[in-house]
């Protein structure tokens, strides 16, 4: 039992070193403008911006993540690959940040990146279904499951709605992405009243 925590617990910690490079990378896109004037902060609202949500959205991953590894006995294969297509499309993210913030939530980048959130929430929700598949019933009740499951196919449903209006009117699908990702912001849906 001990070897299956530790084992659990060392995938964890790669996936937090990953998330935190992935933050790292996202900031060093952030520059600093040549004046000393705060007007100059006015064309970096794109950045400003799209870093946040970004941020935001790598914040919710993480702590969903970090909650849902509790559940985690023996990591089997199938979970660490998992794992890792999950890590490798929420490193996508800096890149597509950064694009929608140079064309200023351009329609195409923001399909993009909306498109990419589809793809990261696919792959959590993968991750989920893997973990609390296996997960001791007693920790994970049948009601908190079906809960975790609505919650992610209504989330998936946002990013994917978002995907396809950013192609007529990005602001709104950028708007979208925002407020899908305030149904992850809380994890743990065993206190939540029926």
């Not at 559940?71 to 890792?84: A, C, D, E, Q």
Request: hydrophobic share 60%.
């Amino acid at each position: 039992m001990r070897e299956e925590r530790m084992a659990a617990d060392r995938l964890a910690a790669y996936s937090d070193a990953v998330f935190a490079v992935i933050v790292t990378i996202m900031v060093l896109e952030l520059k600093a403008p040549d004046q000393a004037a705060f007007s100059a902060l006015e064309p970096l609202w794109p950045t400003a911006v799209s870093y946040a949500v970004s941020y935001f959205f790598i914040a919710v991953i993480w702590i969903n993540h970090h909650h849902l590894w509790r559940f985690v006995g023996s990591p089997n294969l199938k979970l660490m690959w998992i794992n890792f297509v999950h890590l490798f499309l929420v490193s996508l993210l800096p890149f597509a940040t950064a694009w929608i913030a140079r064309t200023r939530l351009g329609s195409q980048p923001m399909m993009f990146y909306a498109g990419l959130f589809v793809a990261i929430d696919v792959a959590y929700n993968l991750l989920e279904r893997q973990v609390l598949a296996v997960a001791d019933a007693a920790h994970v009740s049948a009601r908190m499951r079906r809960m975790a499951r609505r919650r992610s196919l209504t989330v998936l449903a946002g990013f994917s709605a978002a995907m396809l209006v950013a192609s007529v009117a990005p602001w709104v699908g950028f708007a979208l992405i925002s407020t899908a990702l305030v149904l992850h912001v809380r994890p743990d849906l065993s206190n939540r009243r029926r």
